[in-house]
Structures are given as C-alpha cells and as structure tokens.
C-alpha cells in the first residue's frame, strides 16, 4: 500500500520543462524512457508538424492544456471563447489524447456567482462537439489564489457539483494535488469523483512559498502527502497517467534531461 | 438593502496603520471619529499601560489578535502553546474586548489531518479558562493560501464544523472576506454560522496579486464583493464592529491619519 506507482505512469507536463520545444520534449521524453507526455496548446504551432512529431515518438499522449476561460464581459466574446475551445477539442483529437484540461477562467467583474454559471454555460455548449470527437473534458479546479485571475472554480467539491449538474458521460474532473491538498474535504470528494477522475497531477507546495503563480516545487521538497492522495485517487478507480506540471523558474532553467532524472526519482520517492 | 453600514460599526484594525505604536493608533482613532480598534497583541507591552491608553481614549475593542497556532511537533511545545493561550485570553479580558482572534497554525509537519485535530484538542482545553474571564474564542479561517505556513483552518465550512464539534457558546467564527471570498460555499456557510459570528474583517483582493501576505488592498481596489457579504453577514445576525484589516506596504508607509481618512471614505463607499 505504501509502494510507489507504475514507473509506466509517469507523464512529463511540458511546461515542467518550459524552455524546450515540443520536439524537444517529446525527444527528451523517449531518452528518458517516460510512456506519456502532456502538451500545452501554445507549444504545438504549426499543428501537422506537432501531431508527426508526437505519433513519431511513440509517446501516448496524457492530455492537452487547455480550453476553458469561459466568462466574459460580453456575449460576442464568450462566443469568440466557445469558439476557441471547439478549436481546442480538435487539436485534441489530432494530438491523440482524450483529455482536454478546462481552466476555467476568472470573472469578468466581481460577480463570481454570475461568472460560475457562465462556466456551465460555456462547457454544456462544447460537449456535443467533444462527444463527437471522442474528447472528455476535464474541469481543473485551481487553488482559490488563482480565483480573480483564472478560475473560478476553485475546489473538488465545486468541481464535482458541475460535473453533476452537466450530467455528461464526457465531463470529469482534473484532481491536481497543488491546488486542492489544503482542503479539509479533499478525501471525501475524491471518494465522489469516482468514475469521473480524468487525469492526476503532481508537484509539491514549498514552504515559504517564493510565488503564487511559479512557485511550486519538485514532488518531496514540500508539505504536500502527496502518496496518501494518489493512493486516494486509485481507490476512486484513476489508473490512468500520473503528470508532473512544474511552474517554477529554477527547474525551467535547469537542463531538461537533469530536470527529467530528478523528476523520475522524485515520483518513485513521493508519489 | 444597498446602502452603507453605520459609521459607527467601523474598527481600526491595527495592523492597517501598522507603523503607528497602539498609542498612536489609539488618538488616531480619535481623531478620526471612530469608536472601535482591533489589537494586535505584540503592539500592548507593558499590558498596563496599554490598557491604561485603551480605556481612557473611550474606544471600544472589536477583537484582539491573536491567539491559536495550537500544532506542534511535541507535548511540550503543544502546551506552551496551551499556555500562551491562556494568556492572551487574559490580556483580551484585561483590554475589554470579549473576542480573541484565534490564527490556528500550521501542521509541524505533513500531517495536516492529525494538526486539524491539535487545533480542536488546543481550542477544547482553553474554553474553560475564556468563560472564565468572558472572552469568546474566535475561529479565523484563513485562505487557503496559508494553509502551510499559518492556518490548517482554511474554510467557513471548516470553522464551522470543528465550532459544531466543540459545541460550547465560547466559541464563534470571523469572517474576513479577504480569506473566504472564492469560496462557492461562501453565503450557505454564513448562514450556517448564524448566532456564532464574533466578528466581520474587510479589506480587498487586488489583480494581480502583488504578494501571499502582504498584497491585501483597500476595499473597492479590487474584486471582493464587500457589500454583499457584509449583508449576508447582517442577515447571519452579526451587527458589530466591522474590522478594517490590510496588509500592505503602501498602506503602512502611509501617514496614518490619511490612511483612516481613505477607510472612512472606502468603508461608505463599498462596505
């Protein structure tokens, strides 16, 4: 019960190693034997090139990030979002992974309820379309520090609410355990996202924390019990690939292949 | 519905005029007009001449922070905590004030499960002592944010619950909206807090977000739905003193009388 995940699990999030290129990644990826990667969209211009060089590899794909930022000030523009996010399905789809990461977004204003039910609004509008392409959406709730700046759905228990009231076989949820290892009710929701858990991601919460937004660490330098909520996940039914998404300069600076060895060991110690 | 709340509810937290000896924040408050501060307890030494300036400048004290921070790694650091509790709960009476703010800590150490349960067990064994003396103790959720660094208390629901689970009329809750304005539980948990709020702390959250601690604003300089909470918190049954508490550098290089006078002007506006 105590022993670490498949090796085979591992996935390497790209922004981990922001400084490479997809290419870059991907190879990366492969000399260190990972199974899985996770891409973000503003990484796979021109598209064709990306989907040869992903295919190429062998890698699986563990999800793309993302769509979402559903809530805006007018409804031309929550259209021009909607539009964006039926873009991103489809690169999804081409990239050949079955997961499309929604973050959310921030109010417009300071109506947040307002901004909540434009969330809803906005992935009930795509699903028909994600359906069709054989792509889930997955709701990431981020930690409430990002509320006013890009989601406003900040827990699981909030998360799984949505999930229910879409009422969608292709709607899950994103548990990542830096944006939810604080909360008192964590354990319970995980238990009721059963069937619904589209994907796990790890980091680690440093103490003092340098940043809000770049100052997570690598999986062991922090607070987080990181093991004790991937064990958690499991028993909600998640096998699936385990991602390592890491915004902090430090690791962006160092070299990919060292930040990929560190990242190997830390996952078979901590996660 | 939509109009401001009595001048004369609005309390100086302090800490917003965070320069200024309680000396000298006392005769601003005077100057200004005010009728409540809000005390921090490393500003009261010597005690009895702080309660000496208190008394005779005929304010009122709305709350004194702080108590709590009740984890800890041994027994014995676990009851010189208890102790420092005692004490504050002394220093509240002696002040005047019945509410102490209780800041819950932080977990020694991964566990922050077991540290929720240090912090029931450390509240449980200071009510005796609070009746006592006629001080009610306060839980302050904090953001999440502070999860690992100050408060494994992140959320009105949480307070909530452990305040249930203690079950004495000694013990009630904050609500700041600085810590708890993302939260989609926000208006049910205020609800839910009817007849336990010892308190209502105001202050506002800024984008982007300058800094984790030190990047509160001015109420209306960001997103907060001040009113609307405050209203909530009316109709929860709370009429006391509203606490203006920020922390910013900004705000404490500021000459404090014009500090108070933006408060005043801030607190009609938006409050």
């Known amino acids: 019960m105590n022993s670490a995940p ?4 591992l996935s390497l999030n790209q922004i981990t190693t922001n400084n490479w290129s997809l290419k870059e990644a991907v190879e990366g990826c492969v000399r260190a034997g990972l199974e899985w990667i996770g891409i973000w969209r503003h990484k796979i211009e021109p598209l064709e090139e990306s989907v040869r060089i992903v295919k190429d590899s062998g890698l699986g ?13 007018t409804a031309e523009e929550r259209r021009r979002r909607i539009e964006d996010n039926l873009h ?3 690169e999804a789809a081409a990239l050949g992974t079955d997961v499309l990461v929604l973050v959310n977004g921030p109010a417009p204003d300071r109506d947040i309820t307002g901004a909540r ?15 069709e392409r054989g792509v889930k959406l997955a709701i990431e ?3 409430p520090m990002f509320a006013a700046e890009r989601s406003v759905i900040c827990t ?5 609410r949505l999930a229910e009231r879409l009422g969608s076989p292709d709607v899950g949820i994103i548990v990542d355990v830096y944006h939810v290892w604080w909360d008192a009710d964590l354990y319970e929701e995980v ?5 619904r858990i589209l994907g796990f991601h790890v980091s680690d919460w440093i103490v003092p924390t340098p940043d809000l937004l770049m100052g997570r660490g690598m999986m062991g330098d922090g607070v987080i019990e990181i093991r004790k909520i991937r064990q958690a996940v499991e028993r909600a039914g998640y096998r699936g690939p385990i991602e390592v998404e890491i915004f902090n300069q430090e690791i962006w600076d160092a ?5 990929l060895a560190r990242m190997k060991d830390a996952y078979l110690a901590h996660v």
Chains 1, 2 share one sequence.
Do not use: W, Y
Not at 6 to 9: A, L, V
Not at 61 to 73: E, K, Q, T, Y
Not at 191 to 195: L, M, P, V
């Open 191 to 195: 238990e009721k996202a059963s069937g």
């Open 6 to 9: 498949e090796i085979s699990r």
């Open 141 to 143: 709730p981020l930690h």
């Open 156 to 160: 699981l228990r909030e998360a799984n």
């Open 88 to 90: 991103a399905i489809d």
């Open 255 to 259: 070299p990919g292949d060292e930040v």
């Open 117 to 131: 039910s434009m969330v809803a609004d906005g992935i009930a509008s795509i699903i028909p379309h994600a359906r």
């Open 61 to 73: 794909v563990s999800g793309l990030c993302r769509g979402g930022m559903f809530p805006a000030a």
